[in-house]
């Protein structure tokens, strides 16, 4: 009988999981007991369950291995009996979701910080997926933060450290250990939704050229096989294919600021038909055409809008949502197909319930996340084939696509400004100081900008009716536009206050404009309200999406 052994630990004050789990520095993680403390707190929490299986697996980040280590004593001497691990620790977010639900586990544990930069002195993070592949809801996650103030111990079993490498069963005494190939049921998956005949035909041609940025990060296995190998992308395809165990230096984060050189290729001659990049744990994507940047949430409006050319969804969609501070577009699309379109609070896993209840079957982010009912997270590879599909089935540019599409209807001119790494005190002075505004702002009129309304976003689920409160300041105006500030709930230094700017525009004469210049009023309005630049002394947002 394997020896199950009761360890004596100190709580941590500092384990509530943000947006998507809990994201800290890997020294924060390295303290004694730290990892274990919160593996305890998880399998603490949950409620007994006859199914013992568990996905384990991570974005292949500095801390990734060690970390399946400890995870599996811990699982094991918690009576976990089985476990579905992708090689070398490795799965992506979406694949890991997907393993979920193919098998029928429990659940599974998620090792990554997403698109934050990765090594010894950088970013680690791990989250819990429910049965149904999703993040953990919030009831869940308030549980495993309240069990981790109290906890005083944990068990953990003496199993020896597994190979991670090879693929194949292993089994030690009633322990089931499958390593698997991570890419194999996620690229099934993706055949059984696009038309990969086509897509063949027209990439292995070179009629359409592509170029995916991989950012040394998780997709590149997937990428990979799925572009080059089954889709016959020439080699070269697919940058960055590596993972690296520090993304090689850089913030696996697509957008144009941290893949800077893939978005300023599609500037120039050289250009390929269609750009795209994904980030560290692969939910995220970015969409570009030669010339032209497709924001997420247009991305998510123009996949709507097409999903009957792709042959997954071409039976219909029940509905669509996007998080609050996405930009309405998707709203437009929603409205004249007559469909149900849900907002939701910023994080994946509020989407959750509304594709479990089939009330939504597209959803996505500003931040860069588009996803639908195909797995329960968002899916950086799936909108990339999604747009193949729509470029290869409509004969088009990218920039065509995106033009007609705003000719139908309409631009939801769009930016978002972050601040990161603001004192705390300072960033939560700022949401305060925005709250104490917001009873008198209604009808002032700013310019040619009239406040429409001026409120704090509370959600209420519309399936299981939990109230989710104080998800973002927004202040709406009587032309439609929006300005909306959050504090992230991902970062791991200090606060990042995030401003999101929004404006409709009808008159196609004027699409084509620079949304930094089309929204230069409305950018000043926003410090007017939070006063970021003045309280802080800095001039210009750290990032600009
Ligand atoms: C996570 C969540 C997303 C959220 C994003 C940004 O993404 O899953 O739903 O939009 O963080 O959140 P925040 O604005 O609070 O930083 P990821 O890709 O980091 O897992």
Redesign the pocket.
Known sequence: MMQINTIQTQAYADQKP????L?KKVKAFQQAHYLANFVQSIFSSLDASDNKTLVIGGDGRYFNRDAIQIILKIAVANGFTDFIIGQGGLLS?PAASHLIRKYKTLGGLIL?????PGGPDEDF?I?YNISNGG?APEQYTDAFFAYSKTITEYKSADLPDIDLDNIGEQQIENINIRIIDPVDDYAELMRSLFDFNLLKQVISSGKLTLRFDAMHAITGPYATRILQDILGAPAGSVINEIPLEDFGGHHPDPNLAHAKELADLMFTPDAPDFAAAS???G??NMILGSNIFVTPSDSLAIIAANAHLVPGYASGISGVAR?M?TSQAVDRVAAKMQLPCFETP?????FGNLLDADKITLCG?????TGSNHVR??DGLWAVLFWLNIIAKKSQSVQQIVNEHWQEYGRDIYSRHDYEAVESDIANDIMDHLRNQLATLKAQSFGVYTVKYADEFSYTDPVDHSVSAQQGIRIGFEDGSRIIF??????TVGA?L?IYVEKYEADASKHNQDPQNALAELIDLAEQFCEIKKRTGRIEPTVIT
Do not use: I, M, V, Y
């Not at 943000?18 to 789990?21: A, D, H």
């Not at 990554?112 to 934050?116: D, E, M, V």
């Not at 910023?346 to 509020?350: D, L, N, R």
């Open positions: 943000g947006t998507s789990g994201r977010t990554s910080a997403s698109h934050n993070g989250k993040p980030d560290g744990d939910d995220r998080s501070p910023t994080g994946w896993k509020f982010e500003e931040s860069f996340g997270e968002k959050r504090l992230s709930g991902t970062g990042t995030r």
